[in-house]
């Protein structure tokens, strides 16, 4: 097989430093199949800065290798200049005065035009939307994602697979995925109760283009009523299961499938994983833990494509299938530059139309930052900070927990922070912020069992969140420990002394996949936290130790 | 993720319980139900099946499968239950496969293993690490 990625030639046109739409979109179409996936988009409709991590720590067999390398050593595997648009889009380094240079990324009309770009060159392009869509913003919470489905439904994806659309609960997902004008896929949705096949999610779909039968295979998010609230889609159950994924491969060849893809919300080290246990893969189009390589990784004959998130990115896949068989394949990862390529203006009319409704509110200045406000890491990022502070302060806390997710756009130094900006980072349908009395042994607990759904050393045990995010508290971590022995020296930091196990402290966090959970929303106790500061500051967070990195 | 208080204690208490009760007090009753099976023969590695999902959904049920073609018996086992012992299926001359499947309680993570007993009178064995975890945090 041969292949070849895009992004030597995109590399050079970096450091330029003047790109433009043809530049962007440049490819010489390849072969005889294209594959466009885009994945991970958590509803954000328009431009936003999104910081790539600092942070991002493997373990086991993955220590070291992409996507566990972050910054400076990134740069350097892949060739990319300090300082140029591709440093930009896929580093941390130097974000704030690179955003001032080169503005915002992503914008569902500015995809569209990606996508129409493509499609122009390939008509029977396949489009694949790898989840996470129906989820992430005030927009989508008020609409319970009918905003995001009306927009892909306008961009005419051929098939997609699906994780936070679920917490919409299963009554509304399930009147949405009825009327999807596209495949529904998940080989791994399963009836909880019978533990067979769920008959609204089908696990593939067969294709018929360039002339080659292709089998698009769905792999759901595999831990959601763990990870998630279960008590929200009880009919469902979910896991990897890769021996059925391995069933479903052997069957669509027995049909005659030439090329079989996987759409997926595995996460990438269970990717990797899988494409070593289940023969028979070409492509794995791979979302979840929200990764962006300018290359795919080639685990024995499957390759492995990931795509970012936030609709930062879309990538272009042409594979050269004959004789029942990828010989090759060319692969551009294409960052959504908002101020380069042009939107679309069918589709940034149609984004217009659903947030008109919700203008007002959407757009209301609440405070200023004078600090870097980002998520995206292992460990705390300044968003974080931010609202544990506000737990801390709004809840009256000893200490406070928020979820490690890796959603939510990034804020510069002197913007204001509108509610919009707020609910980007806090939206979903179980965002009560409760307030509760925890002995420090318990605390211990959880940071133990949030570390091991991380650093455990075998992907399939871990669930592709980031590390809990904690104020009040400082701890150290051996990531290469087992789970029970990783975090040490927990500190409570308003005395300085160190966690009493036996001793009880009062702990607000946000969430729960507790049913019945009660509290103010989260987005309402940020909101009023900014208020109160007016303009936000957030200090450097030294309280993490992290060691065996 | 948030606990009431009554559920807080359940857990912080089960956690504490499982610390106190290492598994390893668990092994010799592994030990006794194994040797009580295969009367102390040898196993052998494959052969036999077992699909257990990697992290619990719900460790009061966790679907398990084994299979194991030309088995007369399977034992299954929960190594890290206070009573290790989880089922025995016998299948007889005119069964139609020799496989089973079933759900299982775990208090917590642990290995559960299937042990086959060949027509031959030997013996096979599958160990599978099923998590069982407080969750929260997705991605």
Redesign the interface.
């Known amino acids: 097989m041969v292949g070849a990625s895009g992004f030597g030639n995109w590399a050079r046109l970096a450091a330029q430093q003047a790109l433009t739409q043809d530049q962007l979109l440049e490819f010489d179409t390849f072969g005889n199949v294209s594959l466009i996936h885009v994945t991970d988009i958590h509803a954000q409709l328009k431009p936003i800065f999104f910081r790539e991590p600092e942070i991002n720590i493997g373990v086991g067999e993955n220590r070291g290798r992409v996507p566990h390398v972050t910054g400076a050593d990134f740069r350097k595997l892949y060739g990319i200049e300090d300082g140029s648009p591709s440093a930009y889009a896929l580093t941390y380094s130097d974000f704030t005065s690179l955003a001032q240079t080169y503005g915002r990324v992503g914008g569902l009309d500015r995809v569209s035009t990606v996508i129409n770009a493509i499609r122009a060159a390939r008509p029977d392009a396949l489009l694949l939307d790898g989840g996470d869509t129906w989820h992430g913003s005030y927009t989508c919470y008020q609409t319970e994602g009918q905003d995001m489905v009306n927009v892909m439904n306008a961009l005419k994806p051929d098939a997609m697979t699906f994780h936070w659309e679920f917490t919409l609960g299963s009554a509304r997902v399930n009147e949405i995925v009825e009327g999807l004008p596209f495949a529904a896929l998940g080989q791994n949705i399963f009836d909880?109760e019978w533990?067979e096949p769920a008959e609204l999610f089908k696990p593939y779909k067969f294709f018929e283009r360039g002339g080659v039968k292709i089998a698009v295979i769905g792999q759901a998010?595999?831990?959601?009523?763990?990870?998630?609230p279960?008590w929200m889609f009880p009919e469902y159950?979910?896991?990897?299961r890769d021996?059925n994924m391995q069933a479903m491969v052997d069957e669509v060849r027995a049909e005659g499938a030439e090329l079989v893809v996987c759409l997926s919300h595995n996460?990438f080290d269970v990717d990797k994983k899988m494409a070593s246990r289940v023969a028979g893969i070409d492509v794995i189009l791979s979302g979840?833990?929200?990764d962006a390589l300018p290359e795919p990784v080639l685990v024995g004959d499957t390759i492995i494509v990931a795509s970012g998130s936030n609709g930062k990115f879309v990538s272009r896949v042409d594979l050269d299938v004959r004789d029942g068989r990828m010989m090759g394949f060319r692969h551009k990862l294409i960052p959504i530059f908002s101020d380069v390529i042009a939107p679309d203006p069918q589709i940034a009319a149609l984004i217009d139309e659903q947030r008109a409704p919700f203008q007002a509110e959407l757009e209301e200045v609440i405070g200023q930052t004078d600090s870097l406000l980002y998520r995206r890491g292992n460990f705390n990022g300044t968003w974080d900070d931010l609202i544990c502070d506000a737990l801390i302060s709004e809840r009256e806390a000893d200490i406070a927990?928020s979820?490690?997710?890796?959603?939510g756009p990034s804020i510069l130094p002197g913007q204001d922070i509108t509610r919009e900006d707020i609910w980007n980072v806090t939206s979903m349908t179980y965002g009560?912020a409760?307030r509760?009395?925890?002995?420090g042994?318990?605390i211990k607990?959880?940071l133990e069992?949030?570390g091991?759904?991380l650093f455990?050393p075998?992907p399939?045990?871990q669930?592709?969140?980031?590390m809990?995010r904690i104020g009040g508290l400082g701890y150290r971590i051996d990531v290469t420990k087992p789970?029970g022995e990783r975090i040490s020296d927990m500190t409570f930091l308003k005395t300085g002394e160190q966690i009493d196990p036996a001793k009880t402290y009062v702990v607000a966090?946000w969430?729960?996949?507790?049913e019945?959970?009660e509290?103010p929303q989260i987005w309402d106790v940020v909101e009023s936290h900014i208020r109160k500061q007016g303009t936000i500051t957030v200090a450097p967070n030294t309280s993490v130790k992290v060691v065996g990195a | 993720?948030?606990?009431?208080?009554r559920?807080?204690l359940a857990?912080?208490m089960g956690?504490?319980a499982l610390a106190v009760l290492p598994i390893r007090a668990y092994a010799s009753l592994t030990d006794d139900a194994i040797a009580a099976f295969t009367g102390g023969a040898e196993m052998a590695d494959g052969g036999v099946t077992l699909?257990a999902?990697?992290?619990?959904?719900?460790g009061n049920t966790v679907?398990i499968e084994v299979s194991a073609p030309g088995a007369s018996a399977i034992m299954v086992l929960a190594t890290g239950n206070p009573t290790p012992a989880v089922a025995t299926f016998n299948f007889g001359p005119l069964a139609a496969s020799q496989a089973a499947?079933t759900r299982i309680r775990l208090a917590g993570?642990q290995d559960v293993m299937a042990i086959a007993k060949m027509a031959d009178g030997s013996f096979a064995r599958a160990t599978s690490?099923v998590?069982v975890?407080?969750?929260?945090?997705?991605?």
């Open positions: 909880a533990d998010f595999p831990y959601m009523p763990i990870a998630n279960g159950s979910f896991g990897i021996e996460g979840h833990t929200h927990m979820p490690g997710v890796r959603w009560k409760y509760t009395e925890m002995t042994e318990f607990v959880i069992d949030v091991d759904n455990n075998d399939y045990y669930q592709g969140g980031d809990v789970q966090g969430a729960s996949v507790n019945g959970t509290g | 993720m948030e606990f009431s208080r559920e807080t857990l912080g956690a504490a699909t999902p990697e992290i619990a959904e719900n679907p499947s993570t690490t998590k975890t407080i969750g929260g945090c997705g991605g």
